[in-house]
């Protein structure tokens, strides 16, 4: 068992004032109404929605496609954030280097997606698989490249002039920023390229008493912002530094165990998050490819996204929390940002080579089926993908 050393970082906190932007309605044509999610394996007689946003730097747009019964995908509409997408310098296949860009609050009936060009996040109503803009919001930072949520409150991680991050409570449909919650990385504005230099993702623990932020190889680190009862974030996170790793995205599984790409080795390693917000590493197992960054997790297993070997590794979590490898899978160029039905039965994977998203069935034994692919428009080196 390897115990990776914590430490409080000396970050400081920034006052930005978040005010809201004017609310812009977007008219949807006739709602398609899609079944409610059912317990894992069963069947949606209708199908349900996939979600992509194309990132594109002219005019952010997110994609809705329906969802068939088989897990094929068809676009249903094209609707504009409001806002522009960005290009982080040194990428290619992945303007944002981010994961979690576009965040799918199922129980609101909210769709959250950054606008990295804009430093905005728009919020879309979700009718079944078209969408209906509310709102526009300044994030408080700058190049926000990742969004989560938990109850009724919505944070944002901003990529650059050292990283950020900034919070908001949600009344109804609608963000308010509070200007006491937005906390500074501490990141150096100047490193390049930015790529790999900037943070990677933002995300609540499952239970909503923490927020985790990885830091690729800004910090090579992984930042746990312990939140109060009332939802203030601690000044400075307890900080778990990872030398070489560049920790890119993460998921939890069933379990609340941290499972982080690591793109330095191409690997993925699993941490037990404690109180204190100290991690403890259960192991690390190398993908054997290249540009191991994203990592999607469906009951107990997990799938990881190589962007330079266009493959997909599969694990599955045993019960002491060590992986057991599946396979690789391929895709098309470009293996980017994944998301998995809320049935658990397909994965969807943004390919960004091309701007496509791969369609897969996920069997039994873990194992991926292609069953298809869509060609999202304006999406070459798109990311942020979400699935009912």
Request: with cysteine; glycine share 14%.
């Amino acid at each position: 068992m390897t115990v990776r050393r914590s430490r409080l970082a000396t970050v400081a906190v920034t006052a930005v004032t978040a005010a809201a932007a004017a609310a812009a309605l977007f008219a949807a044509p006739g709602a398609s109404a899609s079944a409610r999610p059912g317990p894992h394996g069963t069947t949606h007689p209708r199908g349900g929605a996939v979600f992509v946003q194309s990132d594109n730097t002219t005019a952010n747009t997110v994609v809705a496609y329906h969802r068939a019964p088989d897990g094929t995908l068809s676009r249903r509409g094209v609707f504009p954030t409001g806002g522009r997408g960005g290009v982080l310098d040194g990428s290619v296949v992945d303007h944002l280097a981010s994961q979690g860009s576009l965040a799918y609050d199922r129980e609101a009936g909210l769709l959250y997606a950054v606008n990295a060009g804009s430093d905005t996040l728009t919020v879309f109503a979700v009718h079944g698989d078209r969408l209906e803009r509310l709102q526009i919001v300044p994030t408080g930072g700058d190049f926000p490249v990742s969004v989560t949520f938990h109850g009724n409150r919505v944070w944002v991680l901003n990529a650059l002039d050292g990283g950020s991050i900034q919070g908001f409570v949600r009344t109804g449909h609608r963000l308010r920023g509070i200007d006491s919650w937005h906390r500074g990385l501490g990141l150096d504005p100047a490193a390049t390229p930015q790529f790999t230099h900037t943070p990677g993702q933002i995300s609540f623990t499952p239970d909503g008493s923490n927020l985790v932020v990885t830091t690729k190889a800004g910090a090579n680190s992984i930042d746990v912002f312990r939140l109060n009862r009332r939802g203030t974030p601690a000044v400075r996170p307890v900080v778990t530094t990872v030398p070489g790793a560049v920790p890119f995205g993460f998921a939890f599984d069933p379990e609340g165990r941290l499972q982080v790409t690591e793109a330095g080795p191409n690997a993925v390693e699993t941490f037990v998050l404690h109180r204190d917000g100290t991690l403890t590493s259960l192991g690390q197992v190398l993908t054997g490819q290249a540009a191991t960054c994203w990592i999607v997790a469906t009951d107990h297993k997990l799938y990881a996204s190589n962007a330079g070997s266009a493959t997909l590794s599969g694990y599955r979590v045993r019960r002491d929390g060590t992986l057991a490898a599946l396979g690789n899978t391929a895709t098309d160029p470009g293996t980017v940002d994944a998301a998995v039905s809320s049935d658990g039965r397909n994965l969807y994977v943004q390919t960004g080579a091309q701007g496509h998203v791969n369609e897969f069935r996920v069997n039994r034994d873990g194992s991926l089926t292609r069953i298809g692919s869509v060609t999202v428009p304006g999406a070459v080196g798109g990311e942020g993908i979400a699935a009912d």
